[in-house]
Structures are given as C-alpha cells and as structure tokens.
C-alpha cells in the first residue's frame, strides 16, 4: 500500500479493547473506560479479517495494543488467529502485569517482540501515575518477559517533575536487566490535558542536560550514551517529527482507521467486514488520505483518549 505521498504502508497497531488494567494519568481520565461505554467493540472473527485483508495488501508487521491488550476476553484465540496469518514480525505493548499468565501464549503464537510501559522505578510514583498499580507486578511482567522473548523493550512516558530525574536509574536497569529502554514524550490527549500541563519536556532538553553522547538511530528512535557506557533511547514524537517516514496506521477496538495519531478524522470500517475485497477497497481510499505530517498542538489535542486509540 503506498500513500499519496509515496510512503510504503507497513504496520498496523491493532488495538483489541479499550478497557485495562491500569489508569494512567496521562493516557485516560480518573473514572478510567466505563463497561457502559465500551460499545461497539469489534468481535475477534473481525479483528482477524482486518488483520489477515491488512497482511493481503502487504503490511508485514502487526503490534497489538489497547487499553489493555491482555486484558481481552478471547486473547488467546485472537493471538492464534495472527499467529497463522503470517507477518513477518508480530509484537505487543503491553504494561506487563499479565505477561506471567500470557507469555508463553504470546510466545507460541509467534510474537517476537514485546514493549512494555513502565514509567518509574519508584513504586509511589509509579502508583500515582498509574493511580493504584503496583510497581513489583509490573516488575515480575518484564523479567518473565526477558526470559521468553529475544526482543523486550521499555518505554517510559517523559514527564516533567515526574520521572525526569530517573533518566540515569532507568538506563541503569536496562543494563541491568539486559532490555533497552527508551523515553518517549508526552503528547496531548483531550482525556489527560490537565494532567499532562505544564509536564512536558523535550528530549533535546534532558539529553542537553545530561550531557549525552549520541550513539545511534534506529526507526524513530535516537539512542544516547552516559559517560559509563549506559545507554537509554529518546523518541520525540512532539519535537522531532518523524511523518515523512512514517509506514503505520491504526485500526481502534470498536473498527475505525486512523491514519494518523494525531488527526482527529476517523473511518470506520465496520460497514464493509463483510466482504474482504469490500474491505480492501475501502483501505485503499482511507489510506490516500493519510496526511503529511502531523499537529501536535494542545489547542486541537486528539478527542479520543489515548487509551482508545493503542500509542
Ligand atoms: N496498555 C498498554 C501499555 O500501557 O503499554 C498498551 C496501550 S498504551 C495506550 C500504549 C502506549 O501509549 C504506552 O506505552 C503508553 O505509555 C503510551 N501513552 C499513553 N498516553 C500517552 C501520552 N499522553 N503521551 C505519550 N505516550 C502515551
Ligand atoms: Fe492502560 Fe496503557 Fe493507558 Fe496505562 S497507558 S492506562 S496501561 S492503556
């Protein structure tokens, strides 16, 4: 699939629910995702039949995602059913408290490659951001998690205040624990604009602060070194914008495709499940319409909650 600016369409973030375990600030409001509000939600049968029309119109690489992706009834089957699509490369974001149940699910199913988001090494930070998680469960999630997959990834979101001065401690526990670690900015979502004033702060800034080396780039990934050798990542959605690159686009829990994380514009998709060549042809419109680059600005932040949408 090529866009109307020319870039090759890749990778699909499938988000399965839009319920969790969780309730991070950033990502969702106090009162988290209602039950009486998740209507809509696509069936697994469907999600298979985007997933397998996506993989025939030749994206390679599919990342589940949520809410909480772990937390979908069904899980099982729908990781089996991606399984035997055959992408070339199947990965998961996940906050990890049920990766001890699910890894080797995950494993056997074919997924290779596993983010999982942890904000602190603090456990009251990490239970107030999260309001009430628990930092040793989703500690125990990334140790079983390295000792299944060749492939696990941290990301921390970078907040002013918060988690600011833990850039060194995080880089530490990725060595340490042999994962690489990567901070990625906050970005504006209506549900968590009053949280998120005020906490933004530029990965230029702490990497200029820090006195970081830079050691690489990988994607939209730029990977920095402390005197010591420690290493830690920096993703810069808001201040470098990696759009003319980009190759993914995202299909939501309840069957609308987004062209970009950042445009409030939506279509749905559920009209047309019913036939796969239907479906592959109302793709194909939506995906022209995929915009240059994108607006993070607060004043017309993203209406859905990220929390909705999958990061
Ligand atoms: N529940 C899973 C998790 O937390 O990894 C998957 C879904 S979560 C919405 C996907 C990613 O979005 C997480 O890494 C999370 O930190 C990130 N995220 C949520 N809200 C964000 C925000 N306002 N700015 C930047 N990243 C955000
Ligand atoms: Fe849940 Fe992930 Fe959002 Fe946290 S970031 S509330 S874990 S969906």
């Known amino acids: 699939m090529i866009d109307s600016y020319g870039r090759k369409i890749e990778y699909l973030r499938l988000s399965i629910t839009d319920l969790c375990n969780l309730r991070c600030k950033y ?21 298979t039949t985007i997933a397998k029309v996506f993989h025939d119109k030749g994206v390679k690489k599919l990342r589940v995602t ?27 974001t996940t906050n990890g408290i049920l990766l001890p149940k699910y890894a080797q699910t995950l494993l056997e199913c074919g997924f290779s490659r596993v983010n999982i988001s942890l904000d602190s090494l603090d456990n009251q930070v990490y239970c107030s951001v999260t309001r009430g998680g628990d930092l040793a469960l989703a500690l ?17 979101v970078l907040m002013k205040g918060i988690n600011d001065n833990q850039i060194e401690s995080f880089a530490e526990f990725g060595a340490n624990m042999g994962v690489e670690v990567r901070f990625i900015e906050l970005m ?12 933004f702060i530029s990965t230029d800034e702490v990497v200029s602060g820090l006195n970081l ?13 402390f005197a010591d050798g420690k290493k830690v990542g920096f993703i810069a959605p808001k201040s470098h914008k990696f759009c003319p690159s980009c190759n993914r686009v995202r299909v939501t829990a309840d069957g609308k495709l987004l062209n970009c994380l950042h445009e409030n514009c939506e279509y749905d998709l559920t009209p047309f499940l019913a036939d796969e060549t ?12 995929k915009p240059l680059c994108h607006n993070i600005y607060e004043k017309d932040a993203q209406t859905r909650p990220m929390s909705n949408i999958g990061g």
Do not use: W
């Open 188 to 199: 504006p979502f209506e549900s968590s604009l009053d949280f998120a004033r005020g906490k």
């Open 278 to 289: 239907t479906l592959s042809n109302r793709i194909d419109q939506v995906i022209k319409r």
């Open 140 to 156: 125990k999630g990334i140790e079983v998690a390295k000792d299944t997959f060749d492939k696990v990834k941290v990301n921390a």
């Open 213 to 225: 080396t830079f050691v690489g780039e990988e994607g939209n990934c730029r990977t920095y070194q």
């Open 66 to 92: 949520g809410g909480e992706p772990l937390v979908r009834k069904g899980f099982d089957t729908l990781a089996r059913n991606l399984g035997e699509i055959g992408f070339d490369t199947l990965a998961v």
């Open 27 to 47: 990502c969702m409001g106090e009162d988290g995702v209602c039950k009486k509000d998740h209507n809509g939600i696509l069936s697994i049968e469907d999600m």
